[in-house]
């Protein structure tokens, strides 16, 4: 473990050549690949490994580009036990194949070596905005790039990544690793503009205006719910979203220490049971919390969170406590002091000095709020068609990721991002032809 100023980034280390070689070499390249199945962007994960096995690094890191613009990205936060390698023909033995870190290897390799010169086409196609730079806004621009397409993106922050860079901790996902994946789509001649906040700065009649065929929003629900009971004005209760941005800026010396809410020594509760809570709980346990306890309404059965997750959580001493309704966070002297939850057993009191809570999310409002046509349906999300795949209810704007459906995984949007630049390929295609 390595101390980074915050709080201690324990990394999981990845193979090494002769690892990932005899890895590979375990894979029995089957005939009818179950884990393509598995794999919501169905890499062509035998492919890939069967050039690992041969050490052609190269050739698997080309195949793994035909599906994927964040390789590096997915080897280390994708839900593989429920994906790819919970498919694996292996796994009813219990050892399946580690695609995950496969795939780490291959970009973590083209990335030392610098294998990777792609041949991408001039920008003759068209020119698309791309609004947000998450996981479904990076998909868009790197496949759109690649396909000949102009591509700007516009992100409100000062650094592009969405949640990849201010969402995800370290101890999962590592900045450098998020910025260089970045880095490789910039080579593709995406240009990124930074602190651009849609429907402030600009509104989408404004990027059609600056001749852009097409525009995609991809900003995700970039609005956290609130918990809505008494006591919720108490200092020392804050949203598990905004603590992990604090956290991730403090590490990183763009913030001072003292803005962290939970401290060395503090007593933390996480209200909720989704992947957000885990990655709160498990931040504040790194900073130091004396306690991390997680309360959730439902049975351990329903909590959104994956099983990886939760197990890793519970190795580093974190509580759980289920079936644990939230009543009213308690106080003194406008501090929380702890929150009075409703249980099987009657309600019970839990002490604590810092509460964060990770309900859920919902889409901001700023771009359809500033731009007519837009509907969205009554929980806020954007409506998309069919055909071409992606459009919304005004012409030429798209939208795809976490601001159209629920929030999902990475690869899920990714999935999502890919089918809805194939939308955008289509249309701007039919645009210029009707055009010349």
Known sequence: MENNGLYLIDVEQGYTMQEAVKEAKRCLDCKNPTCITGCPI???????????????????????????????ICGRVCPH????????????????????????????????????????????????????????????????????????????????????????PDFRLPKDVVRREIKKIESYGVTFMNNMVAGEGFTVDDLFERGFDA???????????????????????????????????????KLPIDEVLVKEGSRVIVIGAGNVAMDAARTAVRIGAKEVKVIYRRKEEDMPATKSEYEDALKEGVQFYFESAPLAYRGKDGEVTGISVKTPQGELIHDADVVLVAIGSKPARRIVSTTEGIEVDSKGYVITREKPYGMTTLRGVFAGGDVVHQPATVVKAMKEAKKVADGIAAYVDAKKLLEA
């Open 215 to 253: 525009v995609f929003i991809g900003t995700g629900t970039a609005l956290s719910n609130q918990l809505d009971i008494p006591g919720k004005e108490l200092k020392g209760v804050e949203l598990s979203s905004y603590f992990l941005r604090t956290s991730m800026l403090a590490n990183e010396g």
């Open 42 to 72: 169905e890499n062509e994960i035998p492919n890939f490994i069967r050039e690992i096995s041969k050490g052609n690094f190269g050739e698997a890191r080309e195949i793994l580009a035909r599906k994927t613009n964040l390789p590096a």
């Open 81 to 168: 036990d429920l994906q790819c390698e919970g498919h694996c023909i292996l796994a009813k033995a219990g050892k399946p194949i580690h695609i995950g870190k496969l795939e780490r290897f291959v970009a973590d390799f083209d990335h030392s070596m610098g294998l990777i010169n792609e041949k991408i086409p001039r920008k003759t196609r068209g020119k698309v905005a791309v609004i947000g730079s998450g996981p479904a806004g990076l998909t868009i621009a790197g496949d759109l790039a690649k396909g000949g397409f102009n591509v700007v993106v516009y992100e409100a922050q000062e650094e592009p990544g969405g949640i990849l860079l201010y969402g995800i």
